[in-house]
T-cell receptor, first 109, second 115 residues
């Protein structure tokens, strides 16, 4: 069974700081997705990574994929309060879509 | 429709009753997923439908849970003899399926509370 592990599960940051969230998975896959969930809301797509070495950036967030290491990272640059949310990675193994446990990010002033 | 629709949005039931949760995916999306999210937790995979293939039921937690997808469109998740531990938000998502990018579009969820 495909296993997806995220860490950290909880992250409290100060505004302006940088940090990285990690997503490890247990099987070969070259399709990985990042989603954001705000409290009380459903999940929304952030990034789609479809090959080894893929890098995507949107504002203060940058996601990358290393399929050989079975690792994806979500890097936060100069955090702002609006980034406070829960971030999930999801690994696509022939349409079998499994999610990590999520990283709850809180950005404090 | 324009998005994934789930109903009911909230359901409160008594322990031992049966409940049905409905998901109407985006038109043309061949893949449909059900996940369960307990308060403050991640997404637990329940079941996955792809086109006319047999569904992947490997995530269903017990035989009290079942799901079907009629005509490749609407799906119903049924929980029989509900227990308090079934209380959670049940999320449905759909995507095109296939070999390309499969970005899931999620519904707003059905919040189930078992008293």
């Amino acid at each position: 069974e495909l296993k997806v592990e995220q860490n950290p599960l909880f992250l409290s940051m100060q505004e302006g700081k940088n940090y990285t969230i990690y997503c490890n998975y247990s099987t070969t896959s070259d399709r990985l997705y990042w989603y954001r969930q705000d409290p009380g809301k459903s999940l929304e797509s952030l990034f789609v990574l479809l090959s080894n070495g893929a890098v995507k950036q949107e504002g203060r967030l940058m996601a990358s994929l290393d399929t050989k290491a079975r690792l994806s990272t979500l890097h936060i640059t100069a955090a702002v309060h609006d980034l406070s949310a829960t971030y999930f990675c999801a690994v696509d193994n022939n349409n079998d879509m499994r999610f990590g446990a999520g990283t709850r990010l809180t950005v404090k002033p | 429709g324009a998005g994934v629709s789930q109903s009911p949005s909230n359901k409160v039931t008594e322990k031992g009753k049966d409940v049905e949760l409905r998901c109407d995916p985006i038109s043309g999306h061949t893949a449909l997923y059900w996940y369960r999210q307990s308060l403050g937790q991640g997404l637990e995979f329940l079941i996955y439908f792809q086109g006319n293939s047999a569904p992947d039921k490997s995530g269903l937690p017990s035989d009290r849970f079942s799901a079907e997808r009629t005509g490749g469109s609407v799906s119903t998740l049924t929980i029989q003899r509900t227990q308090q531990e079934d209380s959670a938000v049940y999320l449905c998502a759909s995507c095109r399926g296939g070999s390309g990018a499969n970005v899931l579009t999620f519904g707003a969820g059905s919040r189930l509370t078992v008293l």
